[in-house]
């Protein structure tokens, strides 16, 4: 791995007197200083609006975030640069598929198909789009390990679905999905495939036209780029018959008093000044990532996840929620002790400086699903560590013996 803690600034820190363990990636990602120098020299030296000044200064911003472009497009595999549309993030990426795509093609009797692991994300748009215009979603069931159940995905795919929609990796249950084997089954049925990338573009290596996904969203700031920029892909064709989910300027090729043409993509679909700064920051990041290795990133987390799943199984009344076997899962974990609620525990970790998610992750449907009300989960990424693991499963020990003297 060509990084290390130092990178990090925010990690050499104390919190309650106790070195900082950040284990919440899957909620953010922390920032190397490699991405804060980015942004930084981009407001020290190249401050200015992009595509439409004709002087040295907005050339070198818009310079600077078309090279953003590229570098995704890179990243993904896309075919084209003009399949990557920036976005404030995979929540803005979903919801203008919902209120474009979705109002011109979903209609009355429709079905959406979304499974039961999704984010709030990628439940709540599609709900909205299925009042508005009479359509009705389905959820695909999941496998007692937590795994998507295909079968049950095939009995409800028809030729009424007009979209499956669904994550590529789970924020919840560490489970990476067959986006591909989906994205053919949708297709048979003349239905377009979206997935939510999210926790998989920070992680492994990703090729949306391997998959045959129609569109693809994520987010910067789960991989070490700033907050409020995110990517929207989608193919060539499809995007370029969709209107536009925003109008005004930046997007605009010609405007009258009563009509106005269109930037061809993916201008159009970029109105108003960009965030010029987050894009640059995500590009940061991306070269930050693409120098260690997309694979080499995912062999690492991989030798975490086979170093703590073992270690956390192994301590009484502690239940894991979905894969039970480290090479099923990403760098999340979901899990609960018997006898302490998820959010005293987190607390209870905090004292002792190490961050924990604990609740239901935006994903209340799944914590019905398993019958639970919230969990406590841990999200790896690079800048952790074993030693770190080591200290928060001595830790979960400790607080467990506390709670059960305290509250025998």
Same mark, same amino acid.
């Given at each position: 791995? #060509?990084?290390?803690?130092?990178d990090?600034?925010?990690?050499?820190?104390?919190?309650n007197?106790?070195?900082?363990?950040?284990?919440?990636?899957?909620?953010?990602?922390?920032?190397?200083?490699?991405?804060?120098?980015?942004?930084?020299?981009?407001?020290?030296?190249?401050?200015?609006?992009?595509?439409?000044?004709?002087?040295?200064?907005?050339?070198?911003?818009?310079?600077?975030?078309?090279?953003?472009?590229?570098?995704?497009? !890179?990243?993904?595999?896309? #075919?084209?640069?003009?399949?990557?549309?920036?976005?404030?993030?995979?929540?803005?990426?979903?919801?203008?598929?919902?209120?474009?795509?979705?109002?011109?093609?979903?209609?009355?009797?429709d079905?959406?198909?979304?499974?039961?692991?999704?984010?709030?994300?990628?439940?709540?748009?599609?709900?909205?789009?299925?009042?508005?215009?009479?359509a009705?979603?389905?959820?695909?069931?999941?496998?007692?390990?937590?795994?998507l159940?295909?079968?049950?995905?095939?009995?409800?795919?028809?030729?009424?679905?007009?979209? =499956?929609? =669904? &994550?590529?990796?789970?924020?919840?249950?560490?489970?990476?999905?067959?986006? #591909? !084997?989906?994205?053919?089954?949708?297709?048979?049925h003349?239905?377009?495939m979206?997935?939510?990338?999210?926790?998989? =573009?920070?992680?492994?290596?990703?090729?949306?036209?391997?998959m045959?996904?129609?569109?693809?969203?994520?987010?910067?700031?789960?991989m070490?780029?700033?907050?409020?920029?995110?990517?929207?892909?989608?193919?060539?064709?499809?995007?370029?018959?969709?209107?536009?989910?925003?109008?005004?300027?930046?997007?605009i090729e010609?405007?009258?008093?009563?009509?106005?043409?269109?930037?061809?993509?993916?201008?159009?679909?970029?109105?108003g000044?960009?965030?010029i700064?987050?894009?640059?920051?995500?590009?940061?990041?991306?070269?930050?990532?693409?120098?260690?290795?997309?694979?080499?990133?995912?062999?690492?987390?991989?030798?975490?996840?086979?170093?703590?799943?073992?270690?956390?199984?192994?301590?009484?009344?502690? &239940? =894991?929620?979905?894969?039970?076997?480290s090479?099923?899962?990403?760098?999340?974990?979901?899990?609960?002790?018997?006898?302490?609620?998820?959010?005293?525990?987190?607390?209870?970790?905090?004292?002792?400086?190490?961050?924990?998610?604990?609740?239901?992750?935006?994903?209340?449907?799944?914590?019905?699903?398993?019958?639970?009300?919230?969990?406590?989960?841990?999200?790896?990424?690079?800048?952790?560590?074993?030693?770190?693991?080591?200290?928060?499963?001595?830790?979960?020990? #400790?607080?467990?013996?506390?709670?059960?003297?305290e509250?025998?």
């Open positions: 791995m #060509k990084m290390n803690q130092t990090f600034p925010i990690l050499n820190q104390k919190i007197g106790e070195p900082l363990i950040y284990f919440d990636s899957a909620a953010t990602s922390q920032k190397p200083q490699f991405v804060i120098d980015a942004i930084t020299d981009y407001y020290q030296n190249d401050n200015a609006n992009v595509h439409r000044g004709i002087y040295e200064l907005s050339q070198r911003a818009t310079n600077l975030y078309e090279k953003a472009r590229d570098k995704v497009q !890179k990243l993904i595999h896309a #075919k084209r640069r003009e399949e990557v549309l920036f976005t404030r993030g995979t929540t803005e990426s979903l919801n203008w598929l919902a209120s474009t795509y979705g109002v011109e093609n979903v209609k009355q009797g079905e959406i198909l979304l499974s039961y692991m999704e984010h709030h994300s990628n439940i709540v748009p599609w709900q909205q789009l299925a009042k508005r215009v009479g009705s979603l389905k959820y695909i069931a999941l496998k007692e390990d937590g795994t159940d295909l079968a049950d995905a095939e009995a409800k795919l028809s030729d009424k679905t007009k979209i =499956v929609s =669904v &994550t590529h990796a789970s924020n919840v249950l560490g489970v990476v999905n067959p986006i #591909k !084997k989906l994205a053919q089954m949708a297709h048979e003349g239905a377009i979206i997935a939510d990338g999210a926790q998989s =573009v920070p992680h492994m290596a990703i090729d949306v036209q391997e045959g996904v129609d569109f693809f969203a994520f987010s910067g700031h789960k070490l780029g700033p907050t409020g920029i995110g990517v929207l892909y989608g193919r060539y064709d499809v995007l370029n018959q969709m209107r536009p989910a925003q109008f005004g300027g930046e997007m010609f405007v009258d008093l009563h009509e106005a043409t269109f930037q061809p993509l993916p201008w159009r679909f970029e109105a000044t960009p965030n700064a987050g894009a640059i920051g995500l590009g940061a990041a991306v070269d930050y990532l693409t120098n260690i290795g997309m694979f080499e990133v995912a062999k690492y987390e991989q030798s975490l996840v086979d170093y703590a799943l073992p270690k956390l199984k192994s301590i009484d009344g502690l &239940t =894991v929620y979905g894969p039970q076997e090479e099923q899962h990403t760098g999340v974990i979901a899990f609960n002790i018997a006898g302490i609620h998820a959010h005293d525990l987190a607390t209870a970790l905090d004292q002792e400086g190490i961050a924990v998610r604990a609740g239901h992750h935006c994903a209340q449907p799944l914590m019905h699903y398993l019958d639970v009300a919230a969990t406590v989960r841990v999200s790896f990424y690079i800048y952790n560590t074993r030693q770190e693991i080591d200290r928060f499963v001595a830790t979960l020990g #400790k607080i467990k013996e506390y709670f059960n003297r509250f025998a």
